[in-house]
């Protein structure tokens, strides 16, 4: 038999049962669609990690001051005067591989005003480094500079949101603010940030669209301290290219253990630990699901075993007839595998474009991201080949052996 006539015989007998066709490529369909979506929802789900992370530098080590009632920070600080710069400078000297540092101190304020407008928000005070380590690209101006933060120059840096908020007509450049009682030039503000989660792993992230940012030593000497409070509110350190944090993390943490008498106040986050840990969740997460919709394959499989099955009876009459003309088993079972392929192929290419749709759906209504995965979808397209192959084998081995005249005699 030619593979033209053969490619024929097979459309013509599919097309004779639609009904019947439809329902086997179901099976197909939902399978495919099913790997591919939840694929590039974990391929989607794997970047967005990677660019949150990113943002919290993945090559740095932050240390955080931990929060405690009145009654245990007291305790704490008959031990411990919580995260410092001392701290900081004795990471920095202590450590091999930093490449970079920067602190930060949150300030009590109340109050956040401009001449046309006012906003709910924190003031922070960091050293110049800290928008390179942390990521935060500015949309107009410029940082301080380490000039204005050593002589405590009274200027600032908004974040996106609240320059809208404190000058909703115009641009905020050159304007001033008054956080609690000091006044603050606007030199900067912030890009929108292209990472919308407020939470990774467990660690809050965000919110600095929503805060003035001024020279540390600004911070430092107009603002009043709260009593018993750290002098810093966090401190980061950034690595060098190919050093190992985990390292760095231990050796830092048994340092400043050391520092603040083993007393708990303040607590180590390792970006790069953080990234690992969701690609190993992710990867179990990709693991079931891929299987979950793998049964599904599996299932329109069967289906379409028994279908061919259910086929082979059908035509009994056919095939002896085939036989008896001169067709050879060979051909009968090409004739066979043929058609179940091609009901997989078919499955195959609706699955993709249902997989299409069905991300973009689950995207919509869920706000999950969705990369498109070119290995998610030629791997079950090609399961599904595999599978249309090796489940109308044995239908198509089934009628290749039926006995020619005894075909011929059925009713």
Avoid at 85 to 98: E, N
Avoid at 134 to 157: I, M
Avoid at 167 to 175: E, M, R, S, T, V
Avoid at 346 to 374: M, N, P, R, T
């Amino acid at each position: 038999m030619k593979h033209s006539a053969m490619l024929k015989d097979t459309l013509a007998e599919l097309a004779q049962h639609k009904l019947r066709t439809f329902l086997t490529l179901l099976g197909m369909i939902f399978g495919v669609g099913a790997v591919i979506a939840m694929l590039n929802i974990g391929e989607g789900a794997e970047r967005e990690a990677l660019k949150t992370i990113e943002t919290m530098g993945l090559r740095n080590i932050i240390v955080e001051s931990k929060s405690f009632d009145e009654k245990t920070l007291l305790e704490h600080r008959k031990h411990s005067l919580g995260v410092s710069q001392s701290d900081l400078q004795a990471a920095v000297s202590t450590l091999p591989g930093i490449t970079g540092f920067s602190a930060e101190r949150q300030l009590e304020t109340y109050a956040i005003i401009s001449h046309s407008g006012k906003s709910e928000g924190v003031a922070v005070g960091v050293l110049p480094s800290y928008m390179e380590l942390s990521s935060l690209p500015l949309a107009s101006g410029r940082n301080f500079t380490e000039q204005e933060d050593l002589y405590a120059a009274q200027v600032a840096v908004l974040g996106s949101q609240m320059a809208a908020n404190l000058f909703p007509a115009g641009d905020a450049l050159g304007q001033y603010v008054k956080a609690n009682h000091v006044w603050l030039q606007v030199i900067g503000v912030l890009a929108e940030p292209y990472n919308s989660q407020n939470e990774f792993q467990g660690i809050k992230l965000g919110g600095e669209q929503n805060q003035l940012f001024m020279p540390l030593q600004t911070a430092q000497n107009r603002f009043r301290s709260v009593p018993l409070e750290a002098e810093l509110s966090s401190f980061r350190l950034q690595l060098a290219e190919g050093a190992n944090s985990a390292v760095a993390a231990r050796m830092l943490n048994h340092l400043l253990q050391q520092r603040h008498n083993d007393i708990d106040d303040f607590r180590l986050i390792v970006p790069a630990a953080l990234l690992a840990q969701q690609e190993q969740t992710q990867k179990i997460f990709n693991i079931v699901m891929s299987c979950v919709a793998g049964i599904s394959l599996l299932v329109g499989g069967i289906g379409i075993m028994n279908i061919m099955l259910a086929t082979v009876l059908e035509r009994t009459k056919e095939i002896g007839l085939l036989r008896a003309i001169g067709a050879t088993k060979r051909d009968i079972k090409l004739q066979f595998v043929a058609e179940s392929f091609t009901i997989a192929i078919v499955g195959g290419i609706a699955g993709i474009l249902f997989g299409i749709i069905l991300s973009e759906l689950i995207a919509f209504y869920s706000g999950w991201a969705v990369s498109w995965s070119l290995p998610a979808i030629v791997l079950s397209f090609s399961i599904c080949a595999l599978i249309g192959i090796a489940f109308g084998v044995y239908p198509a081995i089934k009628a290749s052996e039926l006995d020619p005249i005894t075909a011929l005699q059925t009713d």
